[in-house]
C-alpha cells in the first residue's frame, strides 16, 4: 500500500520524459523546481549535446523511490536541497563516490561530501534579518547573542521541523558542543515574539508588521523578496564575523549508485559546477554560486562579502538527529 501511494504521489510530480536510457542522455531526479533546474539543463545540452531527462518531486518521496526502484532505477543523479537531505541519501547507500580533479578544482571542501557521495552546487547563507527602523546593526552580533535578555519579545524564527532550521542548530552543536548549543536555544525560546513560523518569508512579513524586530533567514528569500520591493525597512546581517563565519547551507547533488549512464552524470556534475552553470545557477534562485571564483548575481552582491562557516557540511547530517533531540527539550517547536 505505501509503496502504490508513493509511486500514485510521484506520477503527479513535475515529469519530463523520464524515458529510454541512451549514452547520450541523463536522467535526473530533482525537488528542485522545474524552473530552476530547466535553464541549466538545456544549457548543458547546448554544449554537450547529451540531453537530460528529468523528473520533479518532494525530496523525501524521491529518496524512497530511488530505495523500491534500487538496481533498476533510470535515475542517474540526485538533486535536492540542504546537505541534511543529501548527506541522508549518502547513508542510506544510494549515491556512488565521485572525486574528480574538476569537482576539487570548482568547490570547496567543506561544500562537498568528505568521500565524494555529493557535491554542493549552490549556496546559500541563513543569517540575520532586521528591521531598520527599529534596530540598528551595531546591536546585532552573533546567533548566540540572540539569546539575550534584550531580545525578548523581539525575536523571530522558523518552525523547528524544517531541515534549514534542523542545519542550522547542527552547526551550533558542532561549534559550541551541546550544552551550550542548548542554553541558545533556551535563549532563543525565551526571547520569541510569536509561535514559530512555517516559512521564513513569513518571518520577514512577520518583522515588517511590527510583531518582531529580527528574525533568521535564508538569503534567497530575502533576494526574492527586495526584488520586488526594494525599498523595504530590512536588511541582512551577516552573523558571527568575528568568529565561526556564517552558517551556509547548499544545493546539491551526487551520481546514484545505479546509475546506468555514470559518466554522463559526473559530466554532468562538473559542468554544474562550472563558471558559466554557476552564473545561471546562482541568478535562477538568488543564490550564491558555490564556486567561489565566480561573481554572485548583481542582486546578490549588493547584500555585500561575508566570511562563511567553514564546517564540512556533512556535520549538517550527521549531528541532525542531536540537533532535533535538543530543540524538543528546549521547547523550540
Not at 37 to 65: C, H, M, Q, S
Not at 130 to 139: A, F, G, I, Q
Request: hydrophobic share 40%.
Amino acid at each position: 500500500m505505501i509503496k502504490i501511494l508513493i509511486f500514485s504521489l510521484l506520477a503527479t510530480s513535475s515529469i519530463a520524459a523520464v524515458s529510454a536510457i541512451s549514452n547520450d542522455s541523463v536522467t535526473v531526479y530533482s525537488s528542485r523546481k522545474e524552473h530552476l533546474i530547466k535553464p541549466l539543463f538545456d544549457a548543458f545540452t547546448k554544449d554537450t549535446g547529451i540531453k537530460v531527462n528529468y523528473l520533479t518531486g518532494k525530496g523525501g518521496a524521491l529518496i524512497e523511490r530511488l530505495k523500491l526502484e534500487g538496481k533498476n532505477t533510470k535515475a542517474d543523479m540526485f538533486m535536492t536541497v540542504d546537505a541534511g537531505n543529501l548527506w541522508y541519501t549518502g547513508s542510506q547507500g544510494l549515491f556512488q563516490a565521485v572525486q574528480t580533479q574538476v569537482l576539487k578544482n570548482n568547490i570547496p571542501n567543506h561544500l562537498r561530501d568528505p568521500e565524494g557521495l555529493w557535491t554542493g552546487l549552490s549556496v546559500r547563507a541563513r543569517t540575520l534579518v532586521y528591521n531598520t527602523e527599529r534596530v540598528s546593526p551595531r546591536d546585532l552580533s552573533t546567533y548566540a547573542d540572540l539569546a539575550l535578555p534584550q531580545w525578548e519579545g523581539r525575536l523571530c524564527l522558523r518552525t523547528s521541523k524544517k531541515i534549514y532550521t534542523k542545519s542550522l542548530v547542527a552547526s551550533l552543536i558542532y561549534h559550541h558542543g551541546e550544552g551550550k548549543a542548548g542554553n541558545i536555544i533556551s535563549g532563543w525560546v525565551n526571547n520569541l515574539a510569536a509561535t514559530p513560523n512555517a516559512k521564513d518569508s513569513h518571518v520577514m512579513n512577520a518583522i515588517l508588521s511590527g510583531q518582531c524586530d529580527v528574525g533568521l533567514v535564508n538569503t534567497y528569500y530575502y533576494g526574492r523578496l527586495v526584488e520586488k520591493k526594494p525599498n523595504l525597512p530590512l536588511k541582512l546581517f551577516w552573523a558571527n564575523q568575528d568568529t565561526t563565519g556564517v552558517h551556509v547551507n547548499i544545493s546539491g547533488a551526487g551520481v546514484t549508485k545505479y546509475a546506468k549512464n555514470p559518466k554522463a552524470a559526473i559530466r554532468l556534475l562538473e559542468w554544474l559546477s562550472s563558471a558559466k552553470a554557476q552564473a545561471i545557477y546562482g541568478a535562477l534562485n538568488k543564490e550564491y554560486p558555490a564556486n567561489q571564483s565566480v561573481a554572485p548575481d548583481s542582486v546578490v552582491s549588493a547584500w555585500g562579502s561575508f566570511k562563511q562557516d567553514e564546517m564540512n557540511l556533512s556535520q549538517a547530517g550527521i549531528l541532525q538527529a542531536t540537533a532535533v533531540k535538543l530543540m524538543q527539550k528546549k521547547g523550540y517547536r
